[in-house]
């Protein structure tokens, strides 16, 4: 079972920034297309951004030219670096592959943003 590690979370105020790192086990990370998903207090887990194996990149429209996807396929490590952070970008937030393993889920890194 592949075991995920969010961390980078914390409190920040609206425009700022925090680095997402997600560190994964096993040895077919640099295979799969990976993702980072968030959940509100209250709402359902979205889909904020993924990558494939070759680096392209897709992003959720709510995220779309504030936040970048990486990822270091040598190190397992996938990166979420999130700028001009709004109130509504509070949740915590999960990496999984793309479409996401039930059994992936890890547990995750809070991020809230406020004054």
């Known amino acids: 079972q592949v075991q995920l590690v969010e961390s980078g979370g914390g409190l920040v105020q609206p425009g700022g920034s925090l680095r997402l790192s997600c560190a994964a086990s096993?040895?077919?990370?640099?295979?799969?297309?990976m993702g980072w998903y968030r959940q509100a207090p209250g709402k359902q887990r979205e889909y904020v951004a993924r990558?494939?194996?070759?680096?392209?990149?897709y992003y959720a429209d709510s995220v779309k030219g504030r936040f970048t996807i990486s990822r270091d396929n040598a190190k397992n490590l996938v990166y979420l670096q999130m700028n001009s952070l709004r109130p509504e970008d509070t949740a915590v937030y999960y990496c999984?592959?793309?479409?996401?393993?039930?059994?992936?889920w890890g547990q995750g890194t809070q991020v809230t943003v406020s004054s």
């Open positions: 990558i494939t194996s070759g680096g392209t990149t």
């Open positions: 999984n592959r793309f479409p996401p393993s039930v059994l992936a």
């Open positions: 096993g040895s077919i990370f640099s295979g799969y297309v």
